[in-house]
């Protein structure tokens, strides 16, 4: 062996496609940047989310996205060094979503009825007479018979304590959703009996609904 052999570096090991592996400081970076994208996601999520779902959205390997919820999973929980944060990441019904944890329930529900509430929209009506007539309901039900998108109508609704998540299927994972007392309150109904019939495609069921839009 040579000096010149001495001097020169050792070329880094190739895998079998003949390419260099990723230093672990890339790999980290890989990692940190889908969890994020991953918690991006999982923000705006209102039902629960199949890892398969989650890995096409991210256009990244299941194991991969699986490694990523356990890693949010620990982080949320306070297990990585950090706070125990007031929101928890789940598996529910074979899917995965951002829940607030229970003993924050009260505080929430408070919150969000000490608002000012704005009037509910016209498709916020139409919505909550589905589910007033139809409950307990899943959110792809609600989007059939009203034949749009209900996701932001559901999380008015929900942050304004007039519906709420019944159960949610064991099978698919989605959420159905009921009304709450608050509404008969609001309607001046003693129980849902009292709503006046309606056909089966709702075409008048907003009727009744009418005077919430102003409160």
Known sequence: MTDEDLDTPASPALDQRGEAPASPARDQRGEADLERRLEAIMLVADEPLPLVTLATALGAPVPAVRQSLERLVADYDGESGGPRRGFELREVGGGWRLYVR????????????????????????????????????????????????????????????????????????AIHYETTPLLLTQLGINSLDELPPISPLLPDGVEGFEELGAR
């Open 102 to 173: 229970a003993e924050h329930d009260d505080l929430v529900r408070d919150f969000v009825l000490t608002q000012s509430p704005t009037k509910l929209s016209q498709a916020a009506l139409e919505t909550l007479a589905v589910i007033a007539y139809k409950q307990p309901i899943a959110r792809s039900s609600i989007a059939a018979i009203r034949a749009v998108n209900v996701d932001s109508v559901v999380r008015t609704l929900l942050g304004r304590g007039l519906i709420t998540e019944a159960y949610t299927d064991a099978e698919t994972g």
